[in-house]
């Protein structure tokens, strides 16, 4: 199957997902939110969280048992940077009150003024890191 095809249907079940859950449960679909509440939410609220992530990563294997491959490459960046990247998106998430998904997709979806503010500082800040990286530290290749 064509690679913008694959990427138009995950798209539009990402849309689907957001909906489906918003619909039926009245919950934003921000990972950061529900990973981060699934190691410390209550318990009753579990379920749902631990589908959702589960679904996150049976999605990538059953697409590498239909396809042979999962679309997932091995990190080109060193461990250290990678953790480093992780802590600050993880401090990111929580000063925004959420994430890409939860402010990208559903904030804005939800004509959510402090999403917008949200997404285009998220943006901002990735198109500052890749230039930096690319023109300014000497086209830094791990």
Do not use: E, K
């Amino acid at each position: 199957m064509n690679l913008y095809l694959l990427s138009a249907l995950g798209g539009v079940m990402i849309g689907l997902s957001t909906v489906w859950l918003m619909a039926a449960l009245g919950r934003i679909a921000g990972i950061s939110g529900i990973t981060g509440n699934l190691l410390i939410g209550q318990h009753r609220d579990r379920a749902w969280r631990i589908a959702f992530v589960a679904g996150l990563v049976v999605a990538p294997m059953l697409l590498l048992l239909i396809r042979g491959d999962s679309g997932i490459r091995v990190p080109v960046a060193p461990w250290p940077w990678m953790l480093v990247a992780g802590l600050l998106v993880g401090v990111g998430t929580r000063l925004s009150n959420g994430c890409t998904s939860g402010h990208g997709v559903c904030g804005l979806a939800r004509l959510s003024p402090r999403s917008l503010l949200a997404t285009g500082t998220f943006m901002v800040s990735a198109f500052a890191t890749t230039y930096v990286l690319r023109h300014v530290a000497g086209g830094v290749s791990w």
